[in-house]
């Protein structure tokens, strides 16, 4: 399973950007996927995930903010930002777990800057 993240980048505070993560390779039909992300000098958080059923979960502080959302046909998990704030900045990863495996992409870069 290979995991392609995308959509970072700079934006002020308040604004909004969209993530995606495509997967490929031998995913399955049910499995959860998720965004984690880590700041310099943090630990590695999740923000938030989806499972195939439709189950999500959010961090505490992003709630009413961002949207986990996922295009099955697709392979694709998103995750829509908004209102960003400095302290949202990091590396975002996405993740999926499937068969009793994680899968991780290679994080992509935000970046919260007036």
């Known amino acids: 399973v290979q995991l392609q993240a995308s959509g970072g980048g700079l934006v002020q505070p308040g604004g909004s950007l969209r993530l995606s993560c495509a997967a490929s390779g031998s995913v399955f039909v049910f499995n959860t996927m998720g965004w984690y992300r880590q700041a310099p000098g943090k630990e590695r958080e999740l923000v938030a995930s989806?499972?195939?059923?439709?189950?999500?979960n959010y961090k505490d502080s992003v709630k009413g903010r961002f949207t986990i959302s996922r295009d099955n046909a697709k392979k694709t998990l998103y995750l829509q930002m908004n209102s960003l704030k400095p302290e949202d900045a990091a590396v975002y990863y996405c993740?999926?777990?499937?068969?009793?495996?994680?899968?991780w992409g290679q994080g992509t870069l935000v970046t919260v800057s007036s």
């Open positions: 989806h499972s195939t059923g439709g189950n999500t």
């Open positions: 993740r999926l777990i499937q068969g009793g495996y994680a899968y």
